[in-house]
């Protein structure tokens, strides 16, 4: 089995995964049909991230032309139906969501909002515009964070059951389940990934890498949850798209499949290796790093332990990571380090008023 599609409509491609997913779309998949981006360009959603697949696909190619934005919010559902209808989408990537442990924290309503009620949103609009047709296809990225913590062992596997226990897990847990549910239901033709940390080029900088190196760079304090043993597996994000797209065209309909990186680091462990490489690229020593470290009462609901087993992916469809850690992280390295005036950019507006909000005491 091997789907084909013509009209592939990604939801959140302005974001960290989804503008690294439309370039793969085009630069590296074969992919031959069209892509529609469909994002709201909330504060973490950047154009600028895409910027060269516009020149070279979208208004400027003419005729040929193959990529196009639509500004919408997935909850709005004349804005979904209208996109469906105008453009013929016969394949959903759904990677919008809201997606910060912490901002879910203090504002879990917009999460429950996008995550729940968007995504519903979509299905019901894919369900009627589809109706009962087998050669289409709703693909749902999630997060491992569905599952829970782990203990010092064992692993989440595909039917590891839901424990979420932050707002974001919850809805992203909420969010699976609906799609599991028109599956079952109404016979929706979908698919599922449970995916472990995305690291790589264009990620907003509230999170753990870009923030870490951004505030070396800037002098700031590199504030460590806890005892910063919390463990965590990281995927290169490219990887984790080539297993999305795996999963669009071979996985079975109905199924999950585990995207990780098989690579878990403790987070005070991930911050000495990235204060090396942030060392060796600007030729500081690591101790004027070292010393920003600060360690800040630990996250409510943090959990302890993620793992991924993902040997259904690798043993149905044949996946595997093409990025070591070592190699990924000196390319994320260099990347936050060339790209200030994106990172710059992006740091302005709503983001910048919530960090001051919510972390000028750190």
Same mark, same amino acid.
């Given at each position: 089995?091997?789907? +084909?599609?013509?009209?592939?409509?990604?939801?959140?491609?302005?974001?960290?995964?989804?503008?690294?997913?439309?370039?793969?779309?085009?630069?590296?998949?074969?992919?031959?049909?069209?892509?529609?981006?469909?994002?709201?360009?909330?504060?973490?959603?950047?154009?600028?991230?895409?910027?060269?697949?516009?020149?070279?696909?979208?208004?400027?190619?003419?005729?040929?032309?193959?990529?196009?934005?639509?500004?919408?919010?997935?909850?709005?559902?004349?804005?979904?139906?209208?996109?469906?209808?105008?453009?013929?989408?016969?394949?959903?990537?759904?990677?919008?969501?809201?997606?910060?442990?912490?901002?879910?924290?203090?504002?879990?309503?917009?999460?429950?909002?996008?995550?729940?009620?968007?995504?519903? +949103?979509?299905?019901?609009?894919?369900?009627?515009?589809?109706?009962?047709?087998?050669?289409?296809?709703?693909?749902?990225?999630?997060?491992?964070?569905?599952?829970?913590?782990?203990?010092?062992?064992?692993?989440?596997?595909?039917?590891?059951?839901?424990?979420?226990?932050?707002?974001?897990?919850? &809805?992203?847990?909420? &969010?699976?389940?609906?799609?599991?549910?028109?599956?079952?239901?109404?016979?929706?033709?979908?698919?599922?990934?449970?995916?472990?940390?995305?690291?790589?080029?264009?990620?907003?900088?509230?999170?753990?890498?870009?923030?870490?190196?951004?505030?070396?760079?800037?002098?700031? &304090?590199?504030?460590?949850?806890?005892?910063?043993?919390?463990?965590?597996?990281?995927?290169?994000?490219?990887?984790?798209?080539?297993?999305?797209?795996?999963?669009?065209?071979?996985?079975?309909?109905?199924? +999950?499949?585990?995207?990780?990186?098989? =690579? *878990?680091?403790? =987070?005070?462990?991930?911050?000495?290796?990235?204060?090396?490489?942030?060392?060796?690229?600007?030729?500081?020593?690591?101790?004027?790093? *070292?010393?920003?470290?600060?360690?800040?009462?630990?996250?409510?609901?943090?959990?302890?332990?993620?793992?991924?087993?993902?040997?259904?992916?690798?043993?149905?469809?044949?996946?595997?990571?093409?990025?070591?850690?070592?190699?990924?992280?000196?390319?994320?390295?260099?990347? =936050?380090?060339?790209?200030?005036?994106?990172?710059?950019?992006?740091?302005?507006?709503?983001?910048?008023?919530?960090?001051?909000?919510?972390?000028?005491?750190?």
């Amino acid at each position: 089995m091997s789907r +084909t599609f013509k009209n592939l409509l990604v939801t959140g491609g302005a974001g960290f995964i989804g503008s690294n997913m439309i370039r793969y779309l085009f630069e590296r998949s074969g992919f031959e049909g069209r892509v529609i981006n469909l994002d709201a360009l909330t504060y973490a959603g950047n154009l600028e991230s895409l910027a060269e697949i516009e020149d070279r696909f979208g208004a400027g190619a003419g005729s040929g032309r193959r990529y196009f934005f639509e500004k919408a919010d997935i909850c709005d559902r004349a804005a979904v139906e209208r996109v469906f209808a105008e453009y013929a989408i016969d394949a959903v990537c759904h990677l919008a969501a809201e997606s910060h442990v912490d901002r879910s924290i203090h504002g879990p309503e917009a999460f429950i909002r996008t995550n729940v009620m968007g995504t519903f +949103t979509l299905l019901d609009v894919a369900r009627n515009a589809w109706r009962g047709r087998d050669d289409v296809l709703f693909h749902h990225v999630s997060t491992d964070e569905v599952f829970g913590s782990l203990g010092d062992t064992g692993y989440f596997t595909e039917t590891t059951p839901y424990d979420p226990r932050s707002p974001y897990s919850a &809805s992203k847990a909420s &969010s699976d389940h609906l799609v599991m549910a028109y599956h079952h239901t109404y016979g929706l033709p979908v698919t599922l990934s449970n995916c472990s940390n995305n690291y790589g080029p264009y990620q907003f900088p509230e999170k753990l890498i870009p923030l870490m190196v951004l505030n070396m760079l800037e002098g700031k &304090s590199l504030p460590v949850y806890g005892d910063g043993k919390n463990i965590r597996d990281w995927v290169y994000v490219e990887d984790h798209n080539a297993a999305v797209w795996s999963v669009m065209r071979n996985g079975r309909s109905g199924q +999950t499949y585990n995207i990780g990186g098989e =690579n *878990e680091w403790e =987070n005070i462990k991930l911050l000495s290796v990235l204060i090396e490489k942030v060392a060796e690229a600007t030729g500081k020593p690591a101790s004027d790093y *070292e010393k920003l470290i600060h360690y800040v009462a630990d996250r409510p609901g943090h959990d302890r332990r993620y793992a991924i087993d993902c040997s259904k992916i690798k043993t149905e469809l044949g996946w595997k990571q093409d990025h070591d850690f070592a190699s990924g992280l000196e390319k994320t390295v260099a990347w =936050n380090l060339e790209h200030k005036d994106w990172i710059d950019h992006i740091r302005s507006g709503d983001y910048k008023q919530w960090v001051e909000k919510n972390y000028a005491k750190r």
